[in-house]
């Protein structure tokens, strides 16, 4: 850039920040903002507009325009030129406007007088909030210095929105991050929490945008990417040997960090005026708006890669770190980008909820949210950007809807719910130690799911009859080194004894597909649901298997022990591992270690395939449990982390209960035990479904047994039957309307 725009661009932010100097409203600002831009620009017009809501933009000050117009002049997000630079988030320029596509014409402004035509985006970190627009008479193509300057003063315009410069009368003035949100996201586990906001990873705020010596802000600049290149190369010296993904990631680190290109953008930023962070941040907020346009998977990685750069130098250079002191709110609901298992289980079981940007509802967080009983929700668009540290949260985990600052009316209906529910928990609190039998005289066994010592509590005050699925890979993802022998005897151990004497299912290390283990090479395979996971990494690497079995075998130590292998698709696979156990059972006595007083050796049936496997299989597994999560997503071909087709296919599918019914008649032939396990036997419909087809034993999480034992008491599993049947019969695709009208005739 010459000389002479880089002075003039620093002029114009000299103007500009006197101008945000002086005391004044926010609509006074806004007015002397325009009138210096258009007079520094040599434009005759020169407009701002900012975002109503998410979908509304509003021309909120201008030069040159009619001022009748402000706040009354409205465009859709996409809708005319202005909309189209909101919607695409890239600069328009244009030397003849009306003849340009998309051109619409607001009579109410009197913009027929002007030709030309320039409006960048007012951004921050991809986040949309408005447009700066320059018009002229003259027809004329802006050049790439005024297009760049007027970048430069947007990206100000950006930071002085999101520290409230601008505050005024009206929605798109209104005071950011103090208007009501409502967000939707997944469901990564159910329930509903009040609390407060408390971020993972606070903002960055830059409250200097503007440079007063732009050499000593390039000095900064570059003292802060030596910082940065050092702590990248620290970290590809002390990277594991041999861990190929992670090398490839820091690679991609080391060459973003010594990129000239990226240097340079952000040194030419400096000099048209910008402190080193907002330079960094103007580069970090051109990064995400490309996030969202690229479609390849791995160029969207790579700016991922390089939005992660671009925070560790906005800490570096703003002093903002993680660790801000911060001390947790009353009833903390924590907000995060992404979060891994050992981070969130260092929060405990002190957090109300959880709200993540990102993550799947198979993501490790996911697994430990559901083991410690904690409200998620994932894909919680733009919640870390919206969110501010102590705000009022209500997490709907039933819904997947977050309300972030919610109307008082909102609240008012969220509590009575909670009210609600808790009222629910009483009365189930009565039924606690009575069985699960319906009106026509059928038991239902009804057992929890558990992965943490934490979740044991539960046993008792859930009314479970045992734990029917102890999940044993969360101590496996939750350390940097695969866990000792001696320790994993010792926590099953106190597993068992927390159990009382009620059963615990033990199941194998279910490792691969969305849980991978950070000490283990991943394995890039296209679908790894598909791949190489659970009872066949176990069986081609058996060493961690049988010290697990054995760590088993000694945390029993005279007690009864119950083992099940995940994910069997036949009966070969069954028979081996089982073999594994009998010969550490041979091994452990010929050691003179006490054995288990009995031991049960089951399956969980996962795959479509051990439905069909031979008759010997359902005579040698001393049980079998279904794994509904598994099992319905290769049943229906759909994803269960593909938020478009996960909830495609009902669980009340005829076609599923059909499958169900088979695999009841093929356990019944052998007198096999058979349960179902999975996020749906905790749902009292499906449970009842379920029951309704013939299985006797259901696990879930704690939370669900009152819910499915009070409407299992309340039924005769007769007439479900019936219902389901006739609804069969005259080729409904799913019995879920029939049974709930059958349910609300019974009152």
């Not at 960094?280 to 939005?307: F, G, I």
């Not at 609901?333 to 959880?354: H, Q």
């Not at 040698?620 to 049943?635: P, R, V, Y």
Request: negative net charge.
């Amino acid at each position: 850039m010459a000389d002479g725009t880089e002075s003039q661009s620093r002029k114009l932010l000299r103007r500009l920040q006197a101008a945000l100097a002086e005391a004044g409203a926010g609509q006074e600002r806004l007015d002397r903002i325009t009138s210096i831009i258009a007079e520094s620009m040599g434009t005759e017009v020169c407009s701002i507009y900012l975002l109503r809501d998410s979908g509304t933009l509003e021309l909120c000050a201008t030069e040159g325009l009619s001022s009748e117009a402000v706040h009354v002049t409205r465009l859709r997000v996409g809708e005319g030129l202005v909309g189209r630079v909101a919607k695409r988030l890239r600069p328009i320029n244009a030397a003849d406007a009306p003849s340009e596509p998309g051109f619409r014409y607001m009579a109410e402004t009197g913009e027929e007088r002007y030709t030309s035509f320039l409006g960048v985006p007012i951004q921050r970190l991809g986040e949309n909030l408005g447009v700066l627009v320059v018009q002229s008479q003259e027809e004329r193509r802006y050049s790439e210095d005024e297009v760049y300057a007027l970048e430069v003063v947007a990206m100000v315009l950006a930071e002085m929105t999101e520290l409230g410069a601008f505050v005024g009368e009206g929605e798109a003035m209104a005071a950011r991050h103090q208007r009501s949100v409502v967000l939707n996201g997944g469901i990564g586990q159910e329930g509903a929490a009040e609390g407060h906001v408390f971020l993972h990873e606070p903002r960055v705020v830059v409250t200097n945008p503007i440079a007063e010596d732009p050499e000593a802000e390039l000095e900064r600049l570059n003292d802060a990417v030596d910082q940065l290149r050092t702590s990248v190369d620290e970290m590809l010296n002390n990277a594991p040997k041999g861990d190929k993904e992670q090398y490839d990631v820091l690679q991609a680190y080391k060459m973003f960090a010594n990129s000239r290109g990226w240097m340079r953008r952000m040194e030419a930023d400096i000099r048209n005026g910008l402190s080193a962070e907002a330079a960094v941040e103007k580069e970090q907020s051109a990064a995400r708006a490309r996030m969202e346009t690229v479609p390849d998977a791995y160029l969207r990685e790579r700016l991922h890669d390089l939005d992660d750069l671009s925070n560790k130098m906005l800490r570096l250079l703003t002093g903002q770190g993680r660790d801000t002191g911060a001390e947790l709110p009353d009833n903390p609901v924590l907000v995060a980008r992404n979060i891994g298992p050992g981070e969130l289980l260092e929060y405990g079981r002190s957090l109300r909820g959880v709200v993540l940007e990102e993550g799947s509802v198979a993501s490790h967080a996911a697994i430990v949210a559901r083991a410690l009983a904690i409200p998620l929700i994932v894909n919680a668009s733009r919640i870390t950007t919206e969110a501010l540290n102590g705000d009022l949260i209500l997490v709907d985990g039933d819904q997947g809807v977050v309300h972030l600052r919610p109307e008082e009316t909102v609240t008012k209906a969220f509590r009575d719910k909670m009210a609600m529910r808790a009222a629910a928990q009483e009365r189930y609190s009565s039924i606690r130690d009575k069985p699960a039998e319906t009106l026509d005289g059928t038991v239902i066994g009804l057992h929890m799911n558990a992965g943490l010592m934490a979740d044991l509590p539960s046993l008792p005050s859930s009314g479970a009859e045992g734990v029917g699925l102890f999940r044993t890979e969360l101590q496996f993802l939750t350390r940097s080194t695969v866990p000792r022998r001696g320790s994993l005897a010792a926590l099953y151990s106190r597993v068992m004894d927390a159990a009382g004497g009620k059963r615990v299912a033990f199941r194998t290390l279910d490792i691969g597909s969305d849980k991978v283990l950070p000490y283990m090479k991943p394995q890039d395979e296209p679908n790894p649901a598909l791949g190489w996971r659970a009872i066949r990494v176990g069986l081609d690497r058996p060493g961690m298997m049988r010290m697990q079995l054995q760590a088993m075998i000694r945390a029993a130590a005279g007690r009864p022990l119950t083992v099940m292998f995940p994910f069997i698709a036949q009966l070969e696979e069954f028979t081996e591992a089982r073999d594994h156990l009998l010969r550490e059972l041979d091994r452990e006595k010929a050691l003179g270690h006490v054995l288990p007083e009995s031991v049960e050796i089951g399956a969980m049936l996962e795959t479509p395939s051990l439905a069909f496997a031979p008759r010997q299989f359902f005579e040698l597994a001393d049980f079998i449990s279904i794994g509904g999560n598994d099992l319905k997503q290769f049943f229906f071909a759909a994803d269960r982390e593909n938020e478009r087709v996960r909830r495609r296919y009902d669980t009340l599918n005829v076609s599923f209960l059909t499958f169900i019914e088979q695999i009841v008649a093929r356990c019944a032939e052998t007198d096999t035990p058979l349960s179902f396990c999975g996020e749906d036997a905790g749902r009292p419909i499906e449970a009842l479904c379920f029951a309704a087809m013939g299985l006797r034993t259901l696990s879930m999480r704690p939370a669900s047994i009152g819910p499915v034992k009070s409407l299992l008491r309340r039924v005769d599993l007769r007439e479900v039957r019936s219902v389901i049947h006739e609804a069969r019969e005259n080729g409904a695709q799913s019995v879920r309307a029939p049974v709930m009208d059958w349910l609300r005739q019974q009152g």
